[in-house]
């Protein structure tokens, strides 16, 4: 069974500059979530999709955040403008449903660099 | 809001050593406990999960964790480490609707 695919694995900007990350869920899989990991610390839900709804986005930053999984498959999480403090690692995972048991498979996740 | 709390930034055991993380949470009711592992370059692998029932819970890799109810705390153990086992461990806990909520993380590294 494949696992959750992102791309790029890395990406290097300037701040105030626009970058896009992509994300694959797990065939099946309902529920889509991005995480925000800053070095040091725990991954941080930023978003979190039922099929192509969104259940939560408490914590996304939606001035410059933005989030969609068209056809509840595939999601892009987009950042515009980027600050410096958006350095992070960005991950994604899916789960089968929503119910608080379920596990979370997490993609490799991507490392920005905010310059 | 729910809180997780790993104690413990770094910590350094010998290979063939016994080893415990620390984890206390902060939660209402019953929660649900999750204890997750990341190597270097990787996504999380989850070790082990608590939802209610036999406290004691038996993970991969020769992992296995504790509930206390009474401690707030879900520590993990693993009674002789192996260099592989060399990564960061995040405890977390389920919110309602699947959210988790994660911990800083301790960093395992393991010495020949």
């Known amino acids: 069974e494949a696992g959750v695919a992102q791309s790029p694995r890395y990406k290097i900007i300037e701040k105030r500059q626009s970058v896009a990350f992509w994300c694959n869920p797990i065939?099946?899989?309902?529920?889509l979530y991005w995480y925000q990991q800053i070095l040091g610390q725990g991954p941080k839900l930023l978003i979190q999709f039922q099929n192509n709804g969104v259940v939560d986005d408490s914590q996304l930053p939606k001035d410059r955040f933005s989030a969609e999984r068209l056809k509840g498959v595939d999601s892009t999480l987009k950042i515009q403008p980027a600050k410096l403090e958006d350095s992070a690692v960005y991950l994604c995972?899916?789960?089968?449903?929503?119910?608080?048991?379920?596990?979370?498979?997490f993609g490799p996740g991507t490392r920005l660099t905010v310059l | 809001a729910q809180s997780v709390t790993q104690p413990d930034i770094h910590i350094t055991v010998s290979e063939g050593a016994s080893l415990e993380l620390r984890c206390n949470y902060s939660y209402g009711a019953t929660p649900y406990l999750f204890w997750y592992v990341q190597s270097p370059g990787q996504g999380l692998q989850l070790l082990l999960k608590?939802?209610?029932?036999?406290?004691l819970v038996q993970g991969i890799k020769g992992f296995e964790a504790e509930f206390k109810r009474s401690q707030s705390s879900f520590n993990l153990r693993k009674p002789s480490v192996h260099w592989s086992d060399a990564a960061e461990y995040f405890c977390a806990v389920s919110e309602y609707g699947n959210k988790l909520v994660f911990g800083a993380g301790t960093i395992l590294r393991v010495k020949s």
């Open positions: 995972a899916s789960s089968l449903v929503t119910s608080g048991r379920d596990e979370q498979f």
């Open positions: 065939s099946g899989h309902a529920t």
């Open positions: 608590y939802f209610s029932g036999d406290t």
